[in-house]
C-alpha cells in the first residue's frame, strides 16, 4: 500500500452530488441538578443548543471540509428548521439552493437531549425526532429527478446517503443510476443503511455490520464471516466496483466481484465518545479516495482514520485533511 499521507491533498478539488434524506441535528444541553418530583428523571437547566447537518447532508459536509464541492440534493419542509438547516449549511460552504421545499412533509429533526454531568462530554438522555416515512410524492420525485440530471453534468462522483425518510424511493433510485450510466465516467457510490436492494449495479456501496447481517440474515462474527458476507453483497448486487461492510473497532472489510476481499485494520483510538456520524465520514472519505485514483485497500485504510477522528468527538464531526494527516502520523507510529 501507498503512503497514504500522499492521498490527502488529492481528496480536495472534486466535485461531488450528494442526493439522500437531509436531516437537522439539534443537540440541546443541560446541567443536571436535580430529580423530578413528577416522574424518575433528572432536571435540566438549559445551558447550549447547538445545530449541525446530519443525515445526507453529513457527508457533504464532511467532503466540504477535506476540500472538495458538495451539491447536495434533498428535501425539506416548508418550516422553521429547514431555514435553520439552509444556514447551518452555508455556514459550512455547502450551498442550499438544491433542496427543495415540500410543505406536506416536515424537515427531519433529530433533537438530542444531553445532560452536563461533569464528564468531558455530556450524555445522552433522550431523542425526539420530527420526520415523515412517507415516500415523496411522484411531482416531487419528478423535480428531484429534474435537479439531478442538471448537477451531474458538473459532477466527478454522486453518492447516495439513504437515511430513509422517503426520498430515495426505488424509482428515485433507479433515475439516478440510469442518468449515471449514460454520463459515461461518473463514479456512483451509495451509504444504503440496509436498503441494499435498491444499489444494484452502482460502483461502491456502504453498510455497516447490523444492516449486513440483517440483510443477509446470518450472524458475522469473524473475519472470514465478513468476508463471505461483502463478496456475496457485492456478487448479489452486481456492483463494478466493490462492498465495505464497517464494522466499528475491526475496521472495514472489503470485496470486489472478481473475489478479492480484505480487512482494513482499524487503528487504536483512546477516548471513544460517539458513533454518530462516523458511518457518514467513511463513506465520504471512501468516495473521495476512489474517485481521486486510490485502491479500495487505500480508500477504506483512510476511511478508518477519518472515522476514528469522529467517534472522539460528540455529535456529527467533520475531519479537516490536516486533522486526517495528523491522524495518520499519530496513531499509525503507535501501531
Known amino acids: 500500500m501507498a503512503d497514504l499521507t500522499g492521498l490527502i491533498p488529492k481528496l480536495a478539488g472534486q466535485r461531488i452530488l450528494v442526493v439522500g434524506d437531509v436531516i437537522l441535528d439539534e443537540y440541546l444541553t443541560g446541567r443536571a441538578t436535580r430529580m423530578s418530583r413528577e416522574a424518575p428523571v433528572p432536571v435540566l437547566e438549559l445551558e447550549a443548543r447547538h445545530v449541525l447537518p446530519g443525515g445526507a447532508a453529513n457527508p457533504a459536509a464532511n467532503i466540504a471540509a477535506l476540500g472538495s464541492t458538495a451539491s447536495l440534493v434533498g428535501v425539506v419542509g416548508a418550516d422553521p428548521a429547514a431555514e435553520t438547516l439552509r444556514q ?3 455556514t459550512r460552504g455547502i450551498s442550499a439552493h438544491l433542496l427543495l421545499d415540500d410543505a406536506t412533509r416536515p424537515t427531519t429533526v433529530k433533537m438530542r437531549i444531553m ?5 468531558r462530554f455530556p450524555q445522552q ?3 425526539l425526532d420530527t420526520l415523515s416515512r412517507e415516500p415523496i410524492s411522484p411531482e416531487i420525485e419528478r423535480q428531484v429527478g429534474v435537479v439531478i440530471a442538471a448537477e451531474m453534468r458538473r459532477a466527478n462522483a454522486v453518492l447516495v446517503s439513504d437515511y430513509h425518510t422517503g426520498l430515495l424511493t426505488t424509482s428515485l433510485v433507479s433515475s439516478v443510476r440510469t442518468m449515471a450510466g449514460n454520463a459515461g465516467s461518473i463514479l456512483l457510490a451509495a451509504d444504503a443503511q440496509g436498503s441494499l436492494e435498491k444499489y444494484v449495479g452502482f460502483a461502491l456501496v456502504k453498510c455497516n455490520a447490523d444492516e449486513a447481517r440483517a440483510y443477509l440474515g446470518r450472524d458475522l462474527r469473524t473475519d472470514r464471516d465478513f468476508a463471505t458476507a461483502a463478496f456475496d453483497l457485492c456478487s448479489g448486487l452486481q456492483l463494478t466496483g466493490a462492498m465495505f461492510i464497517t464494522r466499528g ?3 472495514i472489510t ?3 466481484g472478481d473475489g478479492t476481499v480484505s480487512h482494513a485494520r482499524a487503528p ?4 471513544v465518545y460517539d458513533t454518530v456520524g462516523a458511518g457518514d465520514t467513511a463513506i465520504a472519505v471512501i468516495t473521495l479516495a476512489v474517485g481521486a485514483g486510490a485502491t479500495y485497500a487505500e480508500a477504506a485504510a483512510l476511511a478508518n482514520y477519518g472515522s476514528g477522528l469522529v467517534v472522539r468527538r460528540v455529535g456529527n464531526y467533520t475531519p479537516a485533511r490536516e486533522e486526517l494527516l495528523w491522524a495518520l502520523e499519530t496513531w499509525r507510529s503507535e501501531e
Open 249 to 251: 473497532a475491526d475496521g
Open 254 to 256: 472489503w470485496a470486489t
Open 268 to 271: 487504536a483510538v483512546t477516548d
Open 115 to 119: 445532560a452536563q454531568m461533569g464528564l
Open 125 to 127: 438522555v433522550a431523542r
Open 88 to 90: 447551518v449549511l452555508n
